[in-house]
C-alpha cells in the first residue's frame, strides 16, 4: 500500500509517498480502507521529531481517518466488512490502509460525506475531554478558546455553544475573528490588536470567565490564570511555546482556580473507549441534528502531504486540513 514516510524527520519536505506492506488486522481491531486522514498540530511535532508515539504504538503519522472496514479481527462483533466509520487511530492514518482498536471507531454520522467525517475524531475527542470532561463546561459559563480558527478551536465553539455556554476566542486576523463570528462566537479577539485580558475583562465586567482552553501555554498561562473567574478551571491541551515559566500562583489559591490538562494519545485503550461511547451518545446526536458542523479549510492529495504540513504551520487555515487518500469512497 502506499503511506507517507517521514524519514528520520525534519521539515515538511521530508513527507515522502512511499510503499509498505499493508497492516494486518489484530484481535479486537478493524481494519480501515482509507477515504480521507486528518492532518494535525501533533503530526507536525512528530514530523519534527518533539512528538514521539507511545511505546506499542504505530511510528507513522496520521492520528485520525474516515473509510470503509476492509476486514475485522477476532472478537468485533459490532462492525462488519463495507462498514462507512471514522476512527480516532494510534499512527499510521497517513496511509491507503491503518488499523484501529475496534473500541476507537465510531460511525459515519447521518448525512456527512468521508471528508466530513475524517475532520471530527482527533478534535472531537479532545474538545469533549478537556472542554466538558476536565473542564466541567456548564450551560450558562462562559468560555475563551485560544486559536478559534483552528480544527480544535472550531469544534470547541459549537460544542460550547450547544452547550449553553457563552463563548469568546482569540485569533490572529480580522478574517479569522468573522469566521470565528460566523461559528457562534459572542466575541473575538485579534490578539494581534488587542489584549485579551483587557477584552476578558470587558467583556465580563471584570469578572473573568469560567473556563480557559490553551494550547499556546509560555507567557498566556499567567495571564489565563488573571483571566478566570472564581473557580475558574485553565486546561492546557498543548505548548506551542514554552512549557516551563515562572508563575505566582497565589492566584491560584485566592480565586480557588483549577489548573488541569491532558494529553490524549497516550492515553489507554479504555479510556479512549469511554471517550468514543460518550461522544457517540452526546455528540453525534448534536452533529446529526446540524447544530455541530465540520469546518474542513483545504484538502491536499496524499502525495502532496508535505503541502498540507506547510498550510499548517502557517496557521493561515480555518478549520481542519484533510489528505485525500481515496477520496472516491463513500
Not at 462498514?83 to 494510534?90: K, N
Not at 449553553?164 to 482569540?170: I, L
Not at 482552553?213 to 472564581?230: F, H, T
Request: with cysteine; proline share 5%; net charge neutral.
Amino acid at each position: 500500500m502506499k503511506y507517507i514516510d517521514h524519514g528520520r524527520g525534519g521539515d515538511a519536505d521530508v513527507l515522502q509517498l512511499a510503499e509498505r506492506d499493508m497492516p494486518e488486522v489484530g484481535a479486537g481491531e478493524v481494519l480501515i480502507r482509507v477515504a480521507y486522514a486528518g492532518v494535525n498540530r501533533p503530526d507536525v511535532l512528530q514530523r519534527m521529531g518533539s512528538y514521539p508515539p507511545p511505546r506499542g504504538a504505530s511510528p507513522w503519522l496520521g492520528l485520525e481517518v474516515s473509510g470503509v472496514v476492509a476486514a475485522v479481527g477476532q472478537g468485533v462483533p459490532e462492525w462488519k466488512k463495507g462498514d462507512r466509520v471514522c476512527a480516532l487511530v494510534d499512527g499510521g492514518g497517513y496511509a491507503e490502509y491503518v488499523t484501529a482498536p475496534a473500541g476507537q471507531v465510531l460511525p459515519v454520522p447521518a448525512g456527512f460525506s468521508m471528508a466530513q467525517a475524517a475532520s471530527l475524531p482527533e478534535t472531537a475527542f479532545t474538545v469533549w475531554a478537556n472542554v466538558v470532561e476536565r473542564g466541567r463546561l456548564a450551560e450558562g459559563e462562559t468560555l475563551l478558546v485560544h486559536g478559534g480558527t483552528s480544527g480544535i478551536g472550531v469544534m470547541a465553539i459549537q460544542v460550547a455553544k450547544a452547550l449553553g455556554a457563552r463563548v469568546f476566542c482569540t485569533v490572529g486576523t480580522p478574517e479569522k475573528a468573522e469566521a470565528a463570528l460566523k461559528l457562534g462566537a459572542d466575541a473575538a479577539i485579534d490578539y494581534r490588536r488587542r489584549d485579551f485580558m483587557v477584552e476578558v475583562s470587558r467583556l465580563t465586567e471584570g469578572q473573568g470567565v469560567d473556563v480557559i482552553l490553551d494550547m499556546v501555554g509560555g507567557p498566556y498561562i499567567e495571564r489565563n490564570l488573571k483571566s478566570l473567574a472564581v473557580e475558574g478551571r485553565l486546561v492546557q491541551i498543548a505548548f506551542l511555546q514554552a512549557s516551563k515559566v515562572e508563575v505566582d500562583w497565589m492566584r491560584l489559591m485566592l480565586k480557588r482556580l483549577t489548573f488541569t490538562g491532558s494529553t490524549l494519545r497516550a492515553r489507554s485503550p479504555e479510556e479512549k473507549e469511554r471517550l468514543s461511547r460518550a461522544l457517540q451518545d452526546n455528540l453525534w446526536p448534536l452533529l446529526e441534528a446540524g447544530k455541530v458542523k465540520p469546518i474542513i479549510d483545504r484538502a491536499f492529495p496524499l502525495e502532496k502531504a508535505a503541502e498540507a504540513h506547510r498550510r499548517m504551520e502557517s496557521s493561515e487555515h480555518v478549520g481542519k486540513i484533510l489528505l485525500a487518500v481515496k477520496p472516491g469512497i463513500e
